[in-house]
């Protein structure tokens, strides 16, 4: 079970913080990832963050902007969003894994929407 929470709407170049908190097994054993689905569009990856926090990867659209991590302890990831731009609203979902891999994940949050206004 993965509950993603943090969105709202926001104006160009605000900040949020999405969070997600799993619940179904060891935290620290999987790999988190968060994706993002536009209106109209399919579904992408946006970042991943591996089980012990010490890698990471970025779509190049959020590179310097956004900052994923994690606190194994709260068995929660977060999505630290700067800079937010029109073309960041989105419903963002957050996903884990067994492998560090973006087209590995296989549990699915519900989904949180961001909206971002210019």
């Known amino acids: 079970q993965l509950q993603a929470s943090g969105g709202g709407s926001v104006q160009a170049g605000g900040s949020l913080r999405l969070s997600c908190t799993a619940s179904?097994?060891?935290?620290?054993?999987?790999?988190m990832g968060w994706f993002r689905q536009a209106p109209g569009k399919e579904r992408v990856f946006v970042a991943m963050i591996s089980r012990n926090g010490g890698s990471t990867l970025y779509v190049d659209s959020v590179k310097g902007r956004f900052t994923i991590s994690r606190d194994n302890a709260k068995n929660t990831v977060y999505l630290q969003m700067n800079s937010l731009k029109p073309e960041d609203t989105a419903v963002y979902y957050c996903?884990?894994?067994?492998?560090?891999?973006?087209?590995?994940?296989?549990?699915w949050g519900q989904g949180t929407l961001v909206t971002v206004s210019s």
């Open positions: 179904r097994r060891p935290f620290s054993t999987l790999h």
């Open positions: 996903a884990a894994g067994l492998e560090y891999s973006s087209t590995e994940f296989n549990s």
